[in-house]
């Protein structure tokens, strides 16, 4: 009798030993988000800027795989806010996705809402930023995603992660230099700076005092995971006389492989390894725009951070040394990086396909309306900018958001008729595009698609206005990015390019300027999921469309319930 009940108690304790190591393992992280305003001075001028807990760039999560994050966001700004966790699957939790009336309505001022999600299989680099008007330029952070307790990175372990936020600077109010572009139908005002973590650093006035500085000691190995939070500007970034091994983006590893120069969309992570091999001194990091749309203004300027030697001698005087960074219409340096990508292992890639779909990404030009004055249309030749896919400029609800509209099977919001290729086949990257495409149909169409398909899109840039690198973001996957190239997708011959067997798993992919991207996926998460163009500008002009996928079967191929506390439109 004795034994057996030692056995029981023996039972009971490792039982109880499993569950609290599978707690430990498995965490939930609560926080609380406070969106109000704040004043920030840079370039010599204080601004009342939207802030996360007072805070710019806003907090730094950190979890592990598997992790549950509980963030309870209370807006005490004058404007409607919701927050959209970049690259996260949202497995069945679509409601904590964050795309303003998408998967919910907006938070409104002095109303609160509770995220709650859990990390599923990525490591790596995301980020969080606000997924309302152009409160992204202010209100945004790094989510670091460590492996899971007790496993360690497919590379020797850094002795430190440094997030570097890429982003961009208005001397203005960026929600007003957004309503004043849709005001005029003009392009809107271009940032002011670029800055790394917040500060524009030592080439812009008023900004030496603040420069972000990270610091190194010789021999020592860091991660540098490298975030574009820029609005409308793919960068390139580099540090003076570095290697940078590269081995991960979009919480995803690479095999690794080493360059002078990366370069993000925005939207995109990129992790790299950097190690004190040089003489102790202090290194510029820097960033300055990729610009390859033709004629279009931007930022021609240089942001930096400094890579310290703790070693190197102090209070010298001398500049730190200035890395080249490649020219900012360098489309061959942004190729040759983008095509270096290798998964770490074997892709799961579909073969066999249920959906293909070709989508042409463009902007385009709106005749002026009749009734509107001529500074209401101050795009090209008195005209209003847009932008579409598949001639399609879509257009959000404001009643309802999209995946309430679905889960409640409320008529009229959406239809789901978005076209699987476009209504005209046209020499998409010619030079003489006919002007009557330049007009795209306004709507809110949607593509559905049944739980399980394997899914193709090949998203090919059009000359229409300008050719352009577009960052594509889908929300709720991730693709297999399984080619790219310039010109007109030929599906005869580049078919033959396709790699299938390592190609990388990314949440956003830079369609080439005057050129396609194939993506492939499995359609396992059910719910509404939104595909823009991650160029604020152009978002706000239409580039985008949704995804429908139906629920499979059983409870773990379903969508979750709305929470309670879902704001209400």
């Known amino acids: ?137 202010t209100v945004y952070g790094s989510l670091l995603i460590l492996p899971p307790a007790g496993s360690t990175y497919p590379f020797p372990n850094p002795h430190r992660n440094v997030p570097l936020l890429l982003g961009e600077w208005w001397d203005g109010n960026p929600v007003d230099v957004l309503r004043e572009a849709i005001r005029t139908g003009a392009a809107p005002n271009i940032s002011d700076a670029y800055t790394i973590n917040g500060q524009p650093g030592d080439l812009y006035k008023c900004s030496s005092q603040d420069t972000t500085i990270v610091p190194i000691n010789v021999g020592e190995t860091i991660l540098l995971r490298v975030i574009n939070a820029a609005l409308n500007q793919p960068l390139f970034f580099t540090v003076a006389n570095h290697k940078l091994t590269v081995v991960g983006a979009d919480a995803s590893y690479l095999k690794p492989f080493t360059t002078n120069a990366i370069v993000l969309g925005p939207g995109q992570t990129t992790d790299v390894l950097i190690t004190g091999d040089q003489p102790p001194n202090r290194y510029y990091m820097a960033a300055r725009a990729y610009q390859s749309a033709q004629n279009a203004p931007f930022g021609n300027t240089t942001t930096t951070a400094i890579l310290q030697y703790k070693s190197s001698p102090c209070c010298s005087g001398a500049k730190p040394i200035m890395p080249l960074l490649p020219a ?38 709106n005749n002026c309306p009749k009734n509107f004055r001529s500074r209401r249309c101050q795009g090209p030749n008195g005209t209003r900018f847009t932008a579409s896919m598949n001639n399609v400029s879509f257009a959000l609800p404001s009643n309802y958001s999209l995946l309430q509209a679905h889960h409640h099977a409320i008529p009229g919001v959406f239809t789901t008729d978005f076209p699987a290729k476009p209504p005209v086949k046209f020499d998409y990257t010619g030079s003489n595009i006919s002007r009557s495409l330049y007009q795209p149909v306004r709507g809110t169409k949607l593509y559905k698609l049944k739980y399980g398909s394997r899914v193709q899109i090949v998203l090919q840039d059009t000359g229409i206005v300008t050719p352009e690198n ?35 798993l990314r949440n956003t992919v830079g369609v080439p300027v005057n050129g396609w991207a194939v993506i492939r996926f499995v359609a396992d998460n059910p719910g509404v999921w939104i595909m823009h163009c991650h160029l604020d500008a152009h978002i706000s002009w239409g580039l985008a469309m949704a995804f429908l996928v139906e629920n499979g079967k059983g409870l773990l191929e379903t969508m979750e319930e709305p929470p309670a506390d879902l704001p209400l439109c």
């Open 1 to 137: 009798m004795e034994i057996i009940k030692s056995l029981l108690c023996f039972i009971s304790f490792a039982v109880l030993l499993l569950f609290t190591s599978l707690a430990e393992a498995n965490r939930a992280h609560h926080h609380e988000f406070i969106i109000q305003a704040t004043k920030v001075k840079r370039l010599c001028e204080t601004h009342n800027s939207i802030t996360v807990n007072g805070m710019f760039p806003g907090p730094q999560l950190v979890v592990n795989n598997g992790d549950t994050l509980v963030v309870k966001v209370i807006n005490r700004a004058r404007y409607n806010v919701t927050i959209h966790w970049h690259g996260v699957r949202q497995m069945r939790t679509g409601w904590a996705d964050g795309p303003e009336f998408v998967t919910q309505c907006p938070i409104r001022p002095g109303s609160s809402y509770t995220y709650r999600f859990t990390i599923q299989g990525q490591e790596g680099t995301l980020w969080w930023h606000a997924h309302s008007s152009w409160l992204r330029a």
């Open 328 to 365: 900012y219409n360098d489309t061959n340096t942004a190729t040759r990086f983008s095509q270096s990508f290798r998964s770490l292992k074997r892709a799961e890639v579909p073969t066999e396909l249920d959906e293909n779909l070709f989508i042409t990404i463009g902007l385009g030009l």
């Open 470 to 504: 577009h960052p594509i973001h889908l929300h709720g996957y991730d693709f297999y990015i399984v080619a790219e190239g310039f010109g007109n997708f030929n599906p005869k011959k580049d078919t033959a390019k396709f790699n299938l067997e390592d190609p990388p």
